[in-house]
T-cell receptor
């Protein structure tokens, strides 16, 4: 059974740039959730994709967008990067939405300069 | 919006002793259970334990147990026989709203010393 993987591990961007983060869900899972974890904080829910459709969204602006592919892997795109976007971005996969245990990936550390 | 409070920014415990990490929530909706996660310095969130709101007995998973007190809106994590590898950040999380979106607390840093 393959666990949740994320790429890249680390990323450095400058303000105004765009970034794409990737997540491969655990085998058999059809749901991917994305979280932003700023330093010293708990993760904050960005959005969730279930069977390629957005299935819930947290309090993040539209420049945070996502995609889920037929194999249930997912991308998080952030446009017009701001300094406050610097954080650890975690994805979590699960089966059938929020009602089941989520398995987290190792995260992508994004630094915006 | 629901607020999850972890009042202990940092905790220290001696190896082999038990430690209790606090977590409270502020909503009156008692429909949802509560999760605890461990986050080592590597960054990955590791699921530890979950208890549903209608479970009558407190959940246990190996050395982890959950002390869920709905009347007090608290769900504390008890780690028995602490090990050096237990040193990490610990987060509690609880779903809210009809879509079950989880809200996380700010975490408690646990350090186990020999």
């Amino acid at each position: 059974e393959t666990g949740v993987t994320q790429s890249p591990t680390h990323l450095i961007k400058t303000r105004g740039q765009q970034v794409t983060l990737r997540c491969s869900s655990q085998s058999g899972h059809n749901t991917v959730s994305w979280y932003q974890q700023a330093l010293g904080q708990g993760p904050q829910f960005i959005f969730q994709y279930y069977r390629e459709e957005e299935n819930g969204r947290g309090n993040f602006p539209p420049r945070f967008s996502g995609l889920q592919f037929p194999n249930y892997s997912s991308e998080l795109n952030v446009n017009a990067l701001e300094l406050d976007d610097s954080a650890l971005y975690l994805c979590a996969s699960s089966l059938d939405g929020f009602n089941n245990e989520q398995f987290f990936g190792p995260g992508t550390r994004l630094t915006v300069l | 919006a629901q607020k999850i409070t972890q009042t202990q920014p940092g905790m220290f415990v001696q190896e082999k002793e038990a430690v209790t990490l606090d977590c409270t929530y502020d909503t009156s909706d008692q429909s949802y259970g509560l999760f605890w996660y461990k986050q080592p310095s590597s960054g990955e969130m590791i699921f530890l334990i979950y208890q549903g709101s209608y479970d009558e007995q407190n959940a246990t998973e190996g050395r982890y147990s959950l002390n869920f007190q709905k009347a007090r809106k608290s769900a504390n994590l008890v780690i028995s026989a602490s090990q050096l590898g237990d040193s990490a950040m610990y987060f509690c999380a609880r779903p809210s709203g009809g879509s079950y979106i989880p809200t996380f607390g700010r975490g408690t840093s646990l350090i186990v010393h020999p």
